[in-house]
Structure formats: structure tokens, C-alpha cells
């Protein structure tokens, strides 16, 4: 792989708004393994056009032959995915979908971690089918466009002011940035990560890979006390299904943001949490940055500086989250502030018998608007960074937390869990963007993929706290389109429907648990390598034109090709068939790729997935 780096710094000298065009030819050749100077008979020639003004320094790729952004890979984090010439952004209320025939278009907006943008994991990395990478240094104030107004061009813009989320400090707009080349997507992602990703620490726990998480929250949401949670337990019991740890969500505090139980709602919540540990339910809990106003932290946090401050002020800036309008954020810049969260969990492992924790939110959507912290942010997406590196100091030993946001932090070894997903089959945060999600989770170096709660969170759109259950076909796909991902989790039980979907929800539990041992080596190789458990289908065949475009289909390492039916109503779906040949565990015949299967029958209760025929 080659890299042409290039680092352009806006100079405060230049008039403001005067704009300067400076044009830069790139003619990069492509790289071969034996490192032969021999280039390619095409060129793939990239133009810089660079505009800039004393706030902001705009960049613009042209030459990235069209529609070969990847559909699957990591444009800067977001969560999207592309159906035809569909395109779907994640949205806090739901998802915006839009077709375009000229297709993929994402307005300038600036890169930092927000579900209603660009989604709460981001990394700033480009990659293309052409062998075509750009990495943005962190140092960049970034804003990004794609295909804006039809342009069929890749935009990054540096820029600062009071009015952007780079106003800290003295920073001054700039692009800081690496072009690379490669054969092809698959060398070029090795290349790259090997640069600019970090590797994970340690794997995860190896039951959390092996068996099932179980969540109160869509099931009980903020209603659940100790007699529903013993009813939980029991009920996962009854019906003989396998548990590595149960989390407790939401309201089991007195007031958010005081970490410890309400002794009205778990009245001896010690002997309770014992007790189910040594049952076979560690217990893990539900936390987040927030200390609403009416809590008791808040106070003892304020008066410690230990919250992130309003601008030029000592005194904390109030922010508005889902379970509070009025709240303070824990100011993770701030060692001591760090010290003082640490040491309140480490009192509920001692006190409580807690084995885990839940990290909720992170993102930067939930900094008020104006806001300082103990340590300068030129970049805001590093405090993210910053709390996902408490999380992971949370639990080194057991390793069974979980975040939901990320930023450059893929060393912290956390499962990284996708943003509630809606119980429905469309691309608005629903059963069709788990698999995007996830293979773009682990292209973006984040290989212990949690896909959320299987059949998605049970909510309506009037109440946060009121349960409508999945339908029950969608929670059977949901199930199956799950199986072979890192990490099983469930809320809902398989019980609330029926004997049916109870067995078949034991059938792929058991069958996730019968390549568990492969989860776990690929899990340890990630440490290693870096590489993702979930494998888009270029990964192998990085020149396929089909495998550079499928986003309903998967690898489990290299070996294993799964398609669920992700489509209501469906009992049969065209599969591809990659190189090679592979087993169809299903009907037991031996397949020669690549080919498509068309109309290949999966009835309900099945899930077609392949492995490979090795000599």
C-alpha cells in the first residue's frame, strides 16, 4: 500500500472569506504484493481541489470511480447501509430513507458522534471497491459531504468558530489527511488498520461469546424491581435456556445518577445479586454519564468540579437526556472525576455483589451547547474516546461491559453495542440494518459486535416505558439473522409468544453455542490482527462485484456464509454463492461459487448458511 500524506493548515493571515483554489493532481498507482514497479495499464487519478478562508479549509476528492464508495465499510462511522439506490441515515426518532439514482448523498455536516447524524460510533476513514483509502487525522475540525447536490464528489472541509463543534482552544481550520492505495478493498482496509486502527487490548469474556446476555429493559422496562427480576431468572430457568449474565436497566437508583439501589424497588439487593450469581446469573447493571439535578451525586459532583462546566463558567452546563431535561455530564477529562465514577463502581462489585456494568450514551449529541472541560477538546469526539476508556478500567478482569459509542478507542476491549433498534423490518432502525451495522462495526476495528436486543427494543412511539411486543414472525428472523454474531442478547423471552418460537429460539441459541469455539479463536485472533469476527463478503473475494455490494449477507471468519431472510412474509431469498466450494448445511449439497441461488426456499423455522470445503 502506498500513502500520500498530506497536511494543509488554514493560515489567520488571509482576509476573511477570501478564497484561494489550489489544484493538486494525484496519480497513484496501484500496489502489487511482490512490490513490482510495473504499474497497472488504468490510473486512478485523484484531484484535490482545496478551498479555504481564514475559518475553514475545504477539500474536495474527484476521480473515485463512481458508486465504488463501499456499501459496508466505514464512512466515517456512520451506521448506513444501501439497499439498490436506497440510502438510509440513523436518526434518534427513526431513520430517513432516500433514493437516489445517482446515488449515495450526505449533506456537509461536521463529523462528531450524534445518532440523529452520523450515528454514535465514527471513525474518519474512507474506504473504496477501487483501492482507494483516505484517512483524517483527529486533529481535523471535519465536516463531510458525499455526492452532495449530485455532485458525485467525496467533500472534507476543516473548520472551526463559535458556531461549529470546534471551538475550543486556539485551533485554527485545517485538513490533516492520508491518501493510500491498494490492489483492492480487502489489502487496503489491512494496510490502513495496521496504520491508523488500533487493535483491541484483550478478547472478551469468553461466556459472554459462548451464551446468551438477558436485559430487562425492553421486557420490564423502567418497572423492574427484585420480584420481577427473580421472575426473570426463573423464567430463563424453566425454559432451559443458557445465561452468561442478566443486565439490570434502568431505574434500579433512587434518582439518576446515585449509584446505588433504590431499597424500595430492591429492598435487599445484596443477598438478591449473590444469590443469582451463584445460580449461574452474574449481574451486571445499567449506568451512563448523567446526574440529573435532583440527585445526590449532582450535588457532591458540583461542588467538586467534577461535571463538564457551562462556557466560562464554574458551574456545571445542564443538558437534557432521555430520562432527565436537566442534568450534568461527568467531565471524563478530568482524572479525579474519573477516579470518583470508578470508585462508586467498584462499591457496587464490593457491596452489591455486581459483576459488570452497562455504559449508556457517550456520544458527543448529549454536551449542551456551550460547554468547557477540565482538559481542551479540539476535537469534542475525544471525550468520547475518554469515557470508553473508563468503561473498559471498569472491568479488566472480567471484560463483560458494554459501550454504544466509539471514537478511536477500539483498544478499550468493550462489546460495542448498535443504538436501539426498532422492532420492525425496514432500514429505520430495524431488522435490515443489523447486518450493515455490524459489518461496519467490525470495519471500523470494532470486532466484539453486540446487536442489541433480538426482536429490537419493544417500544411504541408514545412511551419510553410501554412494552408492545415484537411480532412474532419478526422476532423468529430476528433470532436467526442473530445466530452467528459475536453476541446473542435477549430481553423479550421466547416464552411471550409460544411452544414454536420457544424451540425454535433454543434450536439456534444451541447452534450459536456449537460454533462458540470459533467465536472465541476468532475473538482472540482480533486481538492479534485486528480483524473483524464479521466479515462483509469482499473480505475474501475483495474483486466480486456481487460481494462488494450485499449487505443481507455475512462471514463468520472466512469459512462460514450465512443468509438470513430478513424480508416479512418471506420463506425463500437469492442467496450468492461465493468462490470456492462450500456445504449448504441446509439441504447438504456441495456448492461451486460463485453463483447465485435464486428463490432458494428457508420455510420460517430455517436459516441457510454454507461453510467452506477446504481440500
Request: aromatic share 10%.
Amino acid at each position: 500500500m502506498s500513502c500520500n500524506k498530506r497536511v494543509v493548515i488554514g493560515l489567520v493571515c488571509f482576509a476573511l472569506m477570501a478564497v484561494i483554489l489550489v489544484v493538486v493532481g494525484i496519480v497513484l498507482w496501484r500496489d502489487y504484493e511482490d512490490d513490482s514497479s510495473q504499474p497497472e495499464d488504468r490510473q486512478i487519478r485523484l484531484t484535490e481541489d482545496i478551498r479555504f478562508s481564514a475559518t475553514s479549509f475545504n477539500l474536495t476528492i474527484v476521480g473515485i470511480p463512481e458508486a465504488n464508495i463501499s456499501a459496508v465499510t466505514a464512512r466515517i462511522g456512520q451506521n448506513v447501509i444501501q439497499s439498490e439506490a436506497a440510502i438510509c441515515r440513523g436518526r434518534e426518532d427513526g431513520t430517513v430513507c432516500r433514493r437516489w439514482p445517482g446515488g449515495r448523498r450526505l449533506n456537509i455536516r461536521p463529523s462528531v458522534q450524534n445518532p440523529g447524524q452520523y450515528g454514535d460510533v465514527i471513525e474518519p476513514i474512507f474506504l473504496s471497491s477501487a483501492g482507494v483509502g483516505i484517512h483524517v487525522d483527529e486533529t481535523t475540525p471535519l465536516y463531510v459531504s458525499i455526492n452532495e447536490a449530485k455532485s458525485k464528489q467525496l467533500c472534507l472541509v476543516g473548520r472551526t468558530g463559535a458556531n461549529t463543534p470546534y471551538y475550543h482552544g486556539s485551533q485554527s481550520a485545517s485538513l490533516r489527511y492520508d491518501v493510500c492505495k491498494s490492489k483492492d478493498i480487502a489489502s487496503l482496509w489491512k494496510a490502513m488498520a495496521e496504520q491508523f486502527i488500533p487493535k483491541p487490548a484483550a478478547s472478551m469474556s469468553d461466556d459472554v461469546l459462548r451464551n446468551p446476555i438477558w436485559c430487562t429493559w425492553a421486557k420490564y422496562k423502567g418497572g423492574i424491581n427484585q420480584t420481577l427480576l427473580l421472575e426473570y431468572a426463573s423464567l430463563i430457568t424453566d425454559n432451559e435456556f443458557p445465561a452468561s449474565q442478566i443486565e439490570i436497566d434502568d431505574e434500579w437508583t433512587p434518582k439518576y445518577g446515585d449509584l446505588v439501589f433504590a431499597t424500595d424497588k430492591f429492598p435487599d439487593a445484596r443477598e438478591l445479586i449473590q444469590n443469582l450469581t451463584s445460580e449461574g446469573f452474574p449481574i451486571t447493571v445499567w449506568v451512563h454519564p448523567f446526574f440529573n439535578v435532583d440527585s445526590q451525586a449532582f450535588q457532591e459532583l458540583s461542588e467538586k468540579n467534577y461535571l463538564v462546566r457551562a462556557l466560562h463558567s464554574e458551574k456545571p452546563a445542564l443538558t437534557e437526556w432521555w430520562r432527565g431535561k436537566h442534568a450534568g455530564h461527568l467531565d471524563v477529562t478530568n482524572p479525579d472525576a474519573v477516579s470518583w465514577y470508578l470508585d462508586r463502581l467498584d462499591n457496587l462489585k464490593v457491596n452489591y455483589n455486581v459483576t459488570s456494568f452497562k455504559f449508556d450514551a457517550g456520544e458527543t449529541k448529549w454536551l449542551p451547547a456551550g460547554y468547557e472541560t477540565y482538559e481542551t477538546l479540539p476535537n469534542p469526539s475525544v471525550l468520547t474516546r475518554k469515557y470508553v476508556e473508563m468503561a473498559y478500567r471498569s472491568d479488566v478482569k472480567e471484560r463483560r461491559q458494554e459501550v454504544r459509542a466509539g471514537y478511536r478507542s477500539q483498544n478499550s476491549s468493550t462489546m460495542v453495542r448498535m443504538l436501539d433498534r426498532a422492532s420492525n423490518w425496514s432500514h429505520r432502525r430495524g431488522l435490515k440494518t443489523v447486518i450493515p451495522c455490524a459489518l461496519a462495526f467490525g470495519i471500523m476495528g470494532y470486532p466484539f459486535v453486540l446487536p442489541d436486543l433480538i426482536g429490537g427494543n419493544a417500544m411504541d412511539n408514545i412511551t419510553i416505558d410501554h412494552t408492545v411486543l415484537p411480532d412474532k414472525e419478526l422476532y423468529i428472523r430476528w433470532m436467526e439473522a442473530t445466530t452467528f454474531l459475536p453476541v446473542l442478547q435477549f430481553s423479550v423471552g421466547p416464552w411471550d409468544y409460544d411452544e414454536e418460537v420457544v424451540n425454535i429460539t433454543r434450536k439456534y441459541v444451541q447452534l450459536h453455542q456449537n460454533f462458540s469455539d470459533l467465536i472465541v479463536n476468532l475473538s482472540k485472533e482480533a486481538v492479534v490482527t485486528g480483524h473483524p469476527i464479521v466479515r462483509p463478503l469482499w473480505w475474501t473475494d475483495p474483486t466480486d462485484q456481487a460481494a462488494l455490494t450485499l449487505d443481507t449477507q455475512f462471514l463468520l471468519g472466512n469459512d462460514l456464509l450465512v443468509a438470513p431472510v430478513l424480508e416479512q412474509g418471506a420463506e425463500s431469498r437469492d442467496i450468492y454463492i461465493l468462490n470456492g466450494d462450500w456445504r449448504d448445511e441446509l439441504r447438504g449439497d456441495i456448492l461451486s461459487g460463485p453463483q447465485w441461488l435464486y428463490n432458494y426456499t428457508v420455510a420460517l423455522h430455517e436459516l441457510a448458511y454454507f461453510t467452506r470445503v477446504t481440500a
